[in-house]
């Protein structure tokens, strides 16, 4: 498991054929499983050039 919080920019490495978990990689190169559930992709276009897909997590969300 890895600590993010909202907001967070992550790389995605992996993600898993059931889609609960996904690999990611923080911008300090640490590296963990966090729930799909929990993020959202930011920007596919810019990551390409980096081999991967940036995700972040959603804002929280006040209803919850």
């Given at each position: 498991l890895l600590s993010v919080s909202p907001g967070d920019?992550?790389?995605l490495v992996d993600a898993d054929s059931g889609?609960?978990?996904w690999l990611v990689r923080r911008e300090d190169g640490e590296a963990g499983f966090v729930p799909s559930a929990w993020?959202?992709?930011a920007d596919e276009s810019a990551a390409?050039?980096?081999g991967g897909i940036t995700a972040a997590l959603p804002a929280a969300?006040?209803?919850v």
């Amino acid at each position: 498991l890895l600590s993010v919080s909202p907001g967070d920019c992550l790389t995605l490495v992996d993600a898993d054929s059931g889609g609960e978990w996904w690999l990611v990689r923080r911008e300090d190169g640490e590296a963990g499983f966090v729930p799909s559930a929990w993020l959202a992709v930011a920007d596919e276009s810019a990551a390409a050039d980096e081999g991967g897909i940036t995700a972040a997590l959603p804002a929280a969300d006040p209803d919850v």
